[in-house]
């Protein structure tokens, strides 16, 4: 039975669900940016730049979730087998992904507000107004934050999958495991 709470060998249940949540609401983010961005401007462009918007701020939300919960539950020990450089590399990356998974929607949403349009959450209610007059600056300062940050990302998640991938296919450790919901070797 896996744990709640993670443990010193793996993940607890609640941060494999955020992990997994947001990795599959990040694809959802990405396919939506590189449909919309291609599109002539129409009703369907503008619904789906509106369900971008709405599921980048649920991953804003479960990002803030996930934070909180790692304060709360220190991760999994790093294997013994790993040098300094790549506990600090492995370190790194995933701090250049909680940074820019809280730095993209905040673009985002800045960039929406400063071409002077509202942003509702899948229409539900309005979470930001729009920018009278249109803050053209903003606008575009937000949307190559947004449009550089996605390319960090992109580089950042290959380097965590690279780790994922050496870990599972060349050390054969449980680095991969102790973040799915099965049984490890050793348990």
Same mark, same amino acid.
């Given at each position: 039975?896996i +744990?709640? /709470?993670?443990?010193?060998?793996?993940?607890?249940?609640?941060a494999?669900?955020? &992990?997994?949540?947001?990795?599959?609401?990040?694809?959802?983010?990405?396919?939506?940016?590189?449909?919309?961005?291609?599109?002539?401007?129409?009703?369907?462009?503008?619904?789906?730049?509106?369900?971008?918007k709405?599921?980048?701020?649920?991953?804003?939300?479960?990002?803030?979730? /996930?934070?909180?919960? /790692?304060?709360?539950?220190?991760?999994?020990?790093?294997?013994?087998?790993?040098?300094?450089?790549?506990?600090?590399? %492995?370190?790194?990356?995933?701090?250049g992904?909680?940074?820019?998974?809280?730095?993209? +929607?905040?673009?985002?949403?800045?960039?929406?507000?400063?071409g002077?349009?509202?942003?509702? *959450?899948?229409?539900?209610?309005?979470?930001?107004?729009?920018?009278? +007059? /249109?803050?053209?600056?903003?606008?575009? *300062?937000?949307?190559?934050? &947004?449009?550089?940050?996605?390319?960090?990302?992109?580089?950042?998640?290959?380097?965590?999958i %690279?780790?994922?991938?050496?870990?599972?296919?060349?050390?054969?450790?449980?680095?991969?495991?102790?973040?799915? +919901?099965?049984?490890?070797?050793?348990?």
């Amino acid at each position: 039975m896996i +744990p709640i /709470r993670n443990t010193t060998v793996r993940y607890g249940q609640v941060a494999m669900l955020l &992990h997994w949540a947001i990795m599959l609401l990040f694809l959802v983010l990405i396919t939506l940016g590189l449909i919309m961005t291609d599109m002539e401007d129409s009703d369907l462009k503008w619904s789906l730049y509106s369900l971008h918007k709405s599921f980048g701020m649920t991953v804003a939300a479960l990002i803030i979730c /996930r934070i909180i919960w /790692r304060l709360m539950n220190p991760t999994p020990v790093l294997p013994d087998t790993l040098k300094s450089y790549e506990k600090w590399l %492995a370190h790194a990356v995933h701090l250049g992904l909680y940074a820019i998974m809280i730095i993209m +929607p905040i673009s985002g949403l800045l960039d929406s507000y400063g071409g002077g349009y509202k942003t509702y *959450f899948f229409g539900l209610f309005e979470v930001l107004p729009k920018s009278e +007059p /249109r803050d053209k600056d903003l606008e575009h *300062f937000a949307l190559a934050v &947004h449009v550089y940050g996605s390319y960090a990302f992109y580089g950042l998640f290959l380097l965590h999958i %690279a780790g994922v991938v050496k870990h599972h296919f060349i050390l054969k450790d449980n680095t991969l495991r102790r973040m799915l +919901p099965i049984s490890l070797k050793d348990e």
